[in-house]
């Protein structure tokens, strides 16, 4: 069965940074790439990064590229985000989950729980 326990979140300034950890099991990790997506209030969820298997392959949506960096420790099973300069919009609870920037409206086996992140003054 397919887990994925999402954490890190939290409430940060905007300027401020985080790292978000997704930890994964009931699968084969290190075959899949991973996306993080996240929902903000009153919006749909979006993709926001994926990485390849071998954590070669990175992709990252225009809102938070050159801010966020995804990553993976594959003797870990667990997926990372790391946030750096936050801004309000990025308020949102962040999910992980297999695959290559398969859309949010796939029939996933699965979500975590998601972590919120809180970004204000």
């Known amino acids: 069965q397919v887990q994925l326990v999402e954490s890190g979140g939290g409430l940060v300034q905007p300027g401020g940074s985080l790292t978000l950890s997704c930890a994964a099991s009931?699968?084969?990790?290190?075959?899949?790439?991973m996306t993080w997506y996240r929902q903000g209030p009153g919006k749909e969820r979006e993709l926001v990064a994926a990485i390849s298997n071998g954590g070669v392959s990175t992709n990252y949506a225009e809102s938070v590229k050159g801010r966020f960096t995804i990553s993976r420790d594959n003797a870990k099973n667990t997926v990372y985000l790391r946030m750096n300069s936050l801004k309000p919009e990025d308020t949102a609870v962040y999910y992980c989950?297999?695959?290559?920037?398969?859309?949010?409206?796939?029939?996933?086996?699965?979500w975590g729980q998601g972590t919120q992140v809180n970004v204000s003054s």
């Open positions: 989950n297999r695959g290559w920037l398969r859309p949010p409206g796939f029939k996933f086996s699965s």
């Open positions: 009931g699968f084969t990790f290190s075959t899949y790439p």
